[in-house]
């Protein structure tokens, strides 16, 4: 595996982003970082600007006001990065997706900027911590099944060709 | 004065009523009927023109405090209520002015209440009720791309009307 | 001495500043762990930090001016760097040095803090330009003091400018924090460096909570990884040059080595526990604790210290 992929497994920094959440998840998302749970043990920390985060922890429904501004947060992340939506309203606005204020959902905001843009989904209302523990889980193998399909098949080095030559 | 009183308890019903009866010269000076009520809060109807002179007396010389403005759609014009809260004698005051369809507007008390600059930005996206007086008439929780002339807490919104009206715009 | 020795030592230095500076860090944030009963990151995480953060794409904001924007960090890193190795330097070979060699560091250490305004001015953004403005106001009211309490070490070991000088008076006649200047100005150094690292209570210029990153908000990637790496080499560097003043220098072999590791980790879990138990103050306040009541202090430590010397009392 590169050094990329392994250092960035080791180390997420997350920036958190509420897009018109009740705050219920990102009460539950500080949890995670509780004695309780302790997520820094794994490198994980969250951090204040989206230029220093390598995942999006995006909370909340994505009302029309929000869309553009979380435009803008995803293509000021660099790449590698990862968007972790968390609870019901970022999956697919739950009850609120008949009301006046809301747009279109977060995965479909971020994939007009980035069709290839990879993205979790955890679900609840709000999750436990432990669903949220899976998500990162679940995005750790995916950046595994990434490296791994990025890897170039071994090449013959020139020693050898000149050998068999 | 514990503040878990039942309200049907006959507990201090006397020293409320007391402090109701303070209030009800103003009132009937701005002609207001009072609809209903218990003895910790009460709801007054007024006209609309009486509304500000009694605010201004309830808030700067019997110590209330404006605590929000709610409105709602009916159907000849929009209900906005004024909830003052008396903390000290523990009573709010509710008070009702009916804005008509017709003009949709209600004098602005930002000037001299500046805490109220906010409700009334909302209340005029939500509800299209115009406040002239108003320093800072702007979009507030509504996002910046939302057409003028469609309030969502109006009886026959349709959430259509928005994309609609944004494409009339844009042609 | 001619290029490649010297370019050999600056490396050497530099490298040995990095590896102590990352390990002080994970110092730092495991302590900070515990005292919050947590576990904590493993000791090398700052190390995985960097790593990764150079494994990324630099963004840059479109307003940013982009040559100076990318290039200014690096001129921080370099003091950092340049102030670390000469510190190592005269403190393991106390005859190589020059008159006035300990106002050369104390100025190279200044450079991170100028490059961090200068870089966070020419990102454009307004949370770095408060962040850039507080740290500014920082900078004239911590260095005062610093400066006056390395004068008192100078007064104090017979008044020599070369920290090779300071370093041999105190293996002579025994560290400067013993005395009662030294004690004094050792405290008010404390405080100085805690305000020099940008650690809380004097973190107003990042101010995580309020200014999203503060003067670090626009920087990602690359860019970022030598901010961090130059903030580590500080978190080891001054330490460093509190022990070299104060507290009879760094050496490497033999007791008096596991001696100087001790003292080095005895200032970080002192710097930790500093900036976990207390909250952020304001800038206002902070000018005002510096100019008020550090200022004076370090005064009165000089005052003593030249007393002192005049009086030939050893213990002032």
Same mark, same amino acid.
């Not at chain 1, 043990?41 to 029309?64: E, M, Q, W, Y």
């Not at chain 2, 039942?6 to 009523?17: F, Q």
């Not at chain 3, 307004?126 to 962040?131: E, F, I, S």
């Given at each position: ?165 | ?40 809060? !009460? &709801? ?23 605590? &929000?403005? &709610? ?21 709010? !005051? ?21 805490? !109220? ?55 | ?86 510190? =190592? ?9 020059? %008159? ?99 650690? %809380? ?12 990153? $503060? ?31 104060? =507290? $009879? $220098?760094?050496?490497?072999?033999? =007791? ?34 510096? =100019? ?25």
């Amino acid at each position: 595996m590169s050094w990329k992929m392994w250092s960035l497994k080791r180390s997420l920094f997350v920036y958190h982003v509420n897009t018109g959440a009740c705050n219920n998840c990102d009460i539950e998302i500080l949890e995670l970082l509780t004695p309780a749970y302790d997520v820094e043990r794994f490198g994980i920390t969250l951090v204040g600007s989206p230029r220093h985060a390598d995942v999006l922890a995006v909370t909340g429904i994505c009302t029309r006001q929000a869309a553009p501004r979380l435009r803008e947060i995803y293509q000021a992340t660099p790449q590698p990065c990862v968007v972790l939506c968390i609870g019901t309203c970022a999956l697919g606005q739950g009850i609120f997706a008949d009301t006046y204020h809301a747009g279109r959902c977060v995965d479909e905001v971020i994939r007009e900027v980035d069709p290839g843009a990879i993205i979790a989904y955890v679900p609840g209302c709000p999750p436990k911590p432990e669903a949220m523990i899976l998500g990162v889980v679940k995005v750790w193998k995916k950046l595994d099944e990434l490296a791994a399909a990025a890897k170039p098949a071994p090449q013959a080095t020139p020693v050898v060709e000149a050998a068999r030559q | 004065m514990s503040m878990n009183v039942h309200p049907s308890e006959p507990t201090e019903v006397r020293e409320r009523h007391g402090f109701e009866q303070e209030l009800e010269q103003p009132l009937r000076r701005a002609g207001g009927i009072r609809e209903s009520g218990n003895d910790r809060q !009460a &709801t007054y109807l007024l006209p609309v023109d009486r509304l500000v002179p009694l605010l201004r007396t309830l808030i700067d010389e019997k110590q209330g405090r404006l605590a &929000t403005m &709610t409105g709602i759609d009916v159907r000849d014009g929009t209900e906005l209520i004024y909830h003052v809260c008396f903390d000290r004698e523990r009573f709010v !005051a509710n008070l009702k002015v009916c804005v008509p369809r017709a003009t949709d507007a209600m004098e602005s008390i930002t000037p001299w209440l500046p805490g !109220a600059e906010f409700i009334e930005r909302e209340i005029h996206d939500l509800l299209g009720v115009d406040f002239p007086g108003h320093p800072r008439m702007e979009r507030l929780i509504l996002s910046d791309d939302w057409p003028e002339g469609v309030y969502p807490l109006r009886r026959g919104f349709r959430k259509q009307d928005v994309e609609i009206a944004i494409k009339k715009r844009q042609v | 001495m001619d290029m490649g020795t010297m370019i050999l030592i600056l490396a050497g230095g530099s490298l040995a500043t990095a590896a102590l500076g990352l390990l002080a860090k994970g110092v730092d944030r495991k302590v900070t762990a515990r005292l919050q009963w947590r576990v904590g990151p493993p000791l090398y995480q700052p190390v995985i930090d960097c790593v990764k953060l150079l494994g990324k794409e630099t963004v840059m904001p479109e307003v940013a001016r982009g040559t100076g924007f990318l290039m200014i960090p690096l001129f921080g890193l370099a003091g950092a760097c340049l102030a670390a190795t000469l510190l =190592w330097a005269m403190n393991l070979q106390t005859r190589v040095g020059f %008159v006035g060699d300990a106002i050369v560091v104390l100025y190279l250490l200044t450079i991170p803090a100028v490059t961090t305004i200068l870089g966070a001015a020419a990102s454009g953004s307004p949370h770095a330009a408060v962040g850039a403005s507080r740290e500014a106001k920082l900078l004239i009211s911590y260095e005062l003091p610093l400066t006056v309490a390395l004068l008192t070490a100078v007064v104090h070991t017979g008044g020599s400018f070369q920290i090779g000088a300071i370093v041999e008076a105190q293996r002579a006649a025994g560290a400067v924090a013993t005395s009662v200047s030294g004690l004094l100005a050792f405290g008010v150094a404390m405080l100085c460096i805690q305000a020099k690292l940008g650690l %809380v209570p004097f973190d107003q210029a990042e101010a995580e909570t309020e200014l999203m990153a $503060g003067v670090y908000t626009e920087y990602g990637g690359p860019p970022l990884a030598v901010i961090y790496l130059m903030r580590f080499m500080l978190l080891a560097a001054l330490p460093i040059l509190l022990i070299t003043l104060f =507290w $009879g $220098g760094v050496q490497v072999f033999g =007791w008096a080595g596991l001696a100087s590791v001790g003292k080095f980790a005895v200032l970080i879990v002192l710097i930790t526990l500093i900036r976990n138990t207390n909250p952020r103050l304001r800038i206002d306040q902070s000018l005002r604790f510096f =100019w008020y009541f550090v200022t004076p202090v370090a005064l009165a430590a000089l005052a003593a210290a030249l007393l002192g010397r005049a009086w030939e009392v050893s213990w002032l």
